[in-house]
């Protein structure tokens, strides 16, 4: 019954395929970026009665227009919460977060991430965000989908720094560290789909995206990577996933080069704007959400 | 009748009289060398942060201290009055990389800039620390983690009651506060319409606090619903009217984000001089919130305006 579509781009495969992970009914808890379109394909396809956290105190948000922060305007839109942090961030400590995707720019094979910098802490060669609420979410969350680039150099044998932890360094070991989340549950990269091994807590590779090269995918990893005796092809987005990711973003300002296109353009962003408002709202009545 | 402010002693509590005056009279009352500044993100009190930086020979050092900050912050990092940061998290957000922030811990660009670093909840921790006046708090965030093993401050300690580990970080009290706000009356009562982030407890934790609002009301309006009030009068010192003080970020029910002015300006800041010649036109170059907006254009501000009251108003369903 699902009708699949060859017209899509990598990001927009990436979208998909941590959509989902999420199932409905379920509490999640969003960064702005791709896991934002990722949720906005559950809520409007498989998982309608899903919803999201966001970090600086929304619950619920609905809106008809693009996210474009953690602590953005749009997350007040037609929500059924909004106030402090220390709600959402409560919430989930206490294990009302069912899912979290996260991110960073090194992984090791226990998952663990590094979003911090490239190189010694002390004298980075590269500095980078920081945590952010991302260890926050991998140390409490029920589960996390981890959404990065693969670029043949972050698949690390040691991440240069642990921001967020994943299976720490194996089974047992977030439990003796104090933590109450279940730590990682898949991994979604520009190349496949990865899960952690229920006994030794190791990643290995469960799908593999259309068109990807399996030997280059495993030059792209420093370890030697498990893989699935069952390995299968990542399923393809439907054209449904494939027009809410484009209605609601149509200049691709996630998934593309929207930002190029916007810098200093103020009558294209207001266009944006103007162009997209009818298009939401006819598919969220065609939904039964408004 | 207008309300007739009375004196009142001196004490910890700031009194129930008349707070408005302009960011610069503020800033310059309340901000002094070295003073260790904690600062919101949602919203950006951007004009307060303009008339810092406007204010940088003065001013000379301080040390900041956040939660999370998207943007902003690179305004203060790169005037060159950043000596240090207590933070979970600083970049661009939507804007993309924050090549002010890279510059000034890769290479010490315009000053060397030591970071302190939290998760995000255990740097909003330590200002609900202090809202308490407790000198500590715990948290189950940061365990197992490098942020433990690189910042000192956090101690992982056994429970005393159960004996699991929890991460304790110490509370924060910042000199003073900088905060963006909807609406306040003449005596400090502050409320917040929308998500705030960790505004009522920076508020709370800090020994001075300057909040900019968009909106002046009067205190009947206040009373008419008591609930939305997010800090009251006690703990506030100045309140500054500035409309559209959040541009280019954005605040809610009242204008959206000017994204094509963020990712512009996050383009010039890839350079140190790029950063310079932005400051030297849109800072140094207006004396005021008031004449910055009329550069950015008042036309294009209430634009913005509209986009967002299309979307959403305050007390409306669209």
Request: aromatic share 10%; proline share 5%; charged share 20%.
């Amino acid at each position: 019954m699902s009708n699949y579509t060859k017209d899509y781009s990598m990001p927009e495969l990436m979208a998909v395929t941590v959509a989902r992970e999420i199932r409905d009914g379920e509490l999640a808890f969003i960064g702005v970026g791709m896991p934002l379109m990722a949720a906005t394909v559950a809520k409007f396809t498989h998982a309608p009665n899903f919803n999201m956290m966001v970090e600086y105190g929304a619950v619920g948000p609905a809106p008809l227009r693009l996210q474009m922060c953690v602590n953005c305007a749009v997350n007040n839109e037609r929500a059924y919460f909004a106030g402090s942090q220390r709600e959402v961030m409560g919430a989930q400590q206490s294990g009302f977060v069912d899912v979290a995707c996260i991110s960073g720019a090194q992984i090791d094979k226990y998952g663990n991430l590094n979003s911090t910098c490239i190189g010694d802490y002390h004298h980075p060669k590269v500095r980078l965000a920081g945590s952010g609420g991302a260890n926050d979410l991998a140390s409490s969350a029920s589960r996390t989908v981890i959404m990065m680039r693969q670029d043949g150099r972050n698949f690390v044998n040691q991440v240069d720094y642990l921001t967020s932890p994943g299976h720490l360094g194996g089974p047992g070991e977030r439990a003796k560290a104090g933590l109450v989340g279940g730590g990682p549950a898949a991994v979604v990269t520009t190349m496949g789909v990865y899960r952690f091994d229920d006994e030794t807590r190791e990643m290995y590779l469960e799908k593999i995206h259309p068109g990807v090269d399996l030997e280059k995918l495993k030059a792209a990893v420093q370890w030697d990577l498990a893989i699935s005796p069952d390995l299968v092809l990542t399923e393809l987005p439907t054209e449904e996933q494939v027009m809410v990711m484009r209605t609601l973003d149509p200049l691709a300002v996630y998934l593309g080069t929207g930002r190029q296109t916007l810098s200093g353009d103020f009558e294209a962003f207001m266009k944006m704007f103007e162009d997209s408002y009818q298009p939401m709202v006819q598919l969220m009545r065609s939904k039964g959400m408004m | 009748m207008r309300f007739q402010p009375i004196p009142i002693q001196e004490g910890i509590a700031k009194p129930p009289a008349y707070k408005i005056m302009t960011a610069k009279e503020a800033i310059t009352k309340f901000v002094q060398e070295d003073c260790y500044l904690g600062m919101t993100v949602s919203a950006a009190p951007a004009s307060l942060i303009w008339e810092m930086v406007r204010q940088r020979d003065r001013i000379k050092t301080l040390d900041l201290v956040i939660t999370s900050q998207i943007g902003m912050s690179s305004v203060l990092i790169g005037s060159g009055l950043v000596r240090k940061l207590e933070m979970g998290y600083n970049w661009g957000g939507i804007e993309g990389e924050d090549k002010v922030f890279r510059r000034a811990v890769e290479k010490g660009i315009p000053r060397p800039l030591e970071v302190e670093e939290y998760s995000n909840y255990g740097a909003a921790m330590r200002w609900l620390a202090a809202s308490m006046n407790l000198d500590s708090i715990g948290t189950k965030s940061q365990l197992g983690s490098d942020i433990v093993k690189y910042n000192p401050k956090i101690k992982v300690i056994d429970d005393p009651y159960t004996g699991s580990p929890v991460s304790m970080v110490p509370a924060s009290r910042p000199d003073v506060a900088i905060i963006h706000a909807a609406r306040a009356d003449e005596i400090g009562n502050v409320q917040c319409l929308g998500l705030y982030g960790n505004t009522d407890t920076l508020a709370r934790a800090a020994k001075h606090v300057i909040v900019s609002v968009e909106e002046i009301i009067t205190s009947a309006e206040i009373r008419r619903m008591p609930n939305l009030t997010t800090i009251p009068y006690y703990y506030v010192d100045a309140i500054v009217h500035s409309p559209f003080g959040a541009h280019w970020r954005e605040s809610t029910y009242y204008y959206h984000h000017d994204l094509p002015y963020g990712l512009d300006v996050y383009r010039q800041f890839a350079t140190q001089e790029g950063y310079e010649a932005w400051a030297d036109k849109y800072v140094h170059g207006t004396k005021d919130w008031n004449e910055y907006c009329q550069l950015v254009g008042y036309d294009r501000l209430n634009r913005l305006r509209l986009s967002e009251n299309k979307y959403q108003k305050f007390g409306e369903v669209r």
